[in-house]
């Protein structure tokens, strides 16, 4: 018996992909890779009055991004191909066929208005609508065996016939026992009369045809959960296993992330500067844990400790400061050239040195604040003279006279430095030196830091120093004397 796990990620063409989506399909891709399973990508586009010209590319690069890379599904073909549905279309009317000849589907005789004018009746008699109290046996259309059925030319909506009212109890790997009774079976439509299938039965017969084994996805498909088994009893197939996974919450935490509550594309996280690898730590955190204090991981990190048992039931609560951080965090791994290449893409040609790199990575969260740094002006000094207040360069109660003391002991140091010598630690060991003799380090450090800078806020006076070689850190001193 083949018990390899098959995961999918069955996204429609609708619009952006949100990170919740995203976050499905990590986990199944996690899940998957785990088990040394198969991870298929499969493009669910049959309702083409809501589909989004571009939405499949987009999905696609959205996830190229991330690195959630499909074992089988668009642009890499497999044994289950094609992967938009809209090309299967000619599978779903098999699978039709086969609840047809069991009797269990049949064409919807009633326009619009007449299922409107039902749906109406019983509010006013305040009970739920269910289709199946319209069946239409008394039009003459037997249900009881397919020799008698009206044949379905496809210019009707074709309707699953509930084979049995009863209540259902499953098993989710998530949320435990979980049932429903016989008010959640109903006479859905299978196939609509534009030949196009529904997603109650589309993604059932795609999944079968697959062999997917386990099943992520959110809550609001729990309702429905009882229409897909009676349509797996129906065919006399096993499902698949489910693992229902908990909301992204907005900021407040109150209700579910939406895009009024700041809910944006993916990949605008990568047009602001987010590493691909710490949008994946992020996402994979919001929801499950490790088991452990842990927060930092890599994608292949997280493949071998991820566990359906560990997602959590609450919701997630999003978080940009905890994004930010663990951004940054990620940043910190990157190599020196990697790190180049990506702080160089924001940089003018006059800032393009490898002696900066290490002040703009302590100071931004994300690639995208180099520019704000840059709007701020608060890298100009490297390759301007700065301009200020001269009162600023005093610190506290300090004497004009005494700061000038201070900055010439300074000058007079660091001319002994060889130009080759003068590197940050060479530069702070002679400033410190001098500022341990005095009552506060500060009286010379601030004053120092604000000759070289001009800005209230700066990097270490020493690392400054190494960036603008020793001709124009004592040139700037001497004007600040």
Do not use: C
Not at 73 to 80: A, E, F, K, R, T
Not at 138 to 144: H, K, P, W
Not at 193 to 222: C, K, L, W
Not at 280 to 295: S, V
């Amino acid at each position: 018996m083949d018990n390899k796990v098959v995961t999918r990620f069955a996204p429609s063409p609708t619009g952006f992909m949100h990170v919740g989506g995203i976050r499905t399909a990590l986990y199944a891709y996690l899940w998957a890779k785990k088990n040394n399973g198969t991870f298929i990508l499969r493009i669910e586009d049959t309702d083409k009055e809501r589909e989004v010209e571009g939405s499949i590319d987009h999905i696609i690069e959205s996830l190229k991004w991330l690195n959630i890379n499909w074992d089988e599904g668009p642009n890499i073909g497999g044994s289950h191909e094609p992967y938009l549905q809209s090309q299967r279309l000619d599978l779903y009317k098999k699978y039709a066929q086969i609840l047809i000849d069991k009797g269990l589907a049949y064409p919807d005789p009633y326009t619009e208005e007449e299922v409107d004018s039902f749906r109406t009746k019983a509010e006013s008699e305040k009970r739920p609508f269910l289709f199946r109290d319209h069946r239409p046996a008394s039009t003459g259309v037997s249900l009881g065996g397919p020799e008698n059925f009206e044949k379905w030319d496809g210019s009707k909506p074709l309707r699953f016939k509930v084979p049995e009212i009863k209540s259902y109890h499953w098993n989710d790997l998530v949320y435990g026992d979980l049932s429903a009774g016989p008010e959640a079976l109903d006479d859905f439509i299978l196939i609509k009369s534009d030949g196009y299938p529904t997603y109650n039965f589309a993604h059932i017969v795609d999944d079968i045809e697959m062999g997917v084994t386990h099943v992520m996805r959110g809550q609001e498909f729990i309702s429905s959960t009882p229409k897909f088994l009676s349509i797996y009893e129906a065919l006399d197939i096993k499902p698949p296993l489910y693992a229902t996974l908990p909301p992204i919450m907005g900021k407040d935490g109150k209700k579910k992330l939406g895009k009024r509550d700041g809910a944006k594309d993916v990949l605008e996280y990568r047009n602001e500067g987010y590493l691909p690898g710490a949008m994946i730590n992020f996402m994979a955190l919001l929801g499950w844990n490790p088991g452990d204090d842990r927060e930092i991981f890599t994608m292949e990190e997280l493949i071998k400790v991820f566990d359906i048992s560990r997602i959590g039931h609450s919701g997630a609560q999003w978080n940009d400061e905890k994004l930010d951080w663990m951004n940054k965090e990620h940043i910190k791994k990157l190599s020196l050239e990697d790190m180049k290449e990506e702080i160089f893409k924001y940089l003018p040609e006059e800032l393009k040195s490898e002696k900066i790199i290490s002040i703009v990575r302590e100071r931004v969260s994300k690639w995208s604040d180099i520019n704000d740094m840059l709007e701020k002006g608060e890298l100009d000094f490297f390759y301007k003279e700065p301009e200020y207040e001269k009162e600023k360069l005093i610190y506290k109660n300090s004497s004009l006279e005494k700061v000038s003391e201070n900055i010439s002991k300074a000058i007079f140091e660091l001319e002994k430095i060889n130009e080759k010598d003068f590197t940050t630690d060479n530069v702070k060991n002679v400033l410190m030196q001098i500022a341990n003799s005095l009552e506060s380090r500060g009286e010379l450090l601030h004053p120092i830091r604000y000759a070289l800078s001009g800005l209230d806020k700066s990097p270490d006076p020493f690392v400054i120093a190494d960036i603008l070689g020793k001709n124009e850190t004592l040139s700037r001193l001497q004007k600040a004397v």
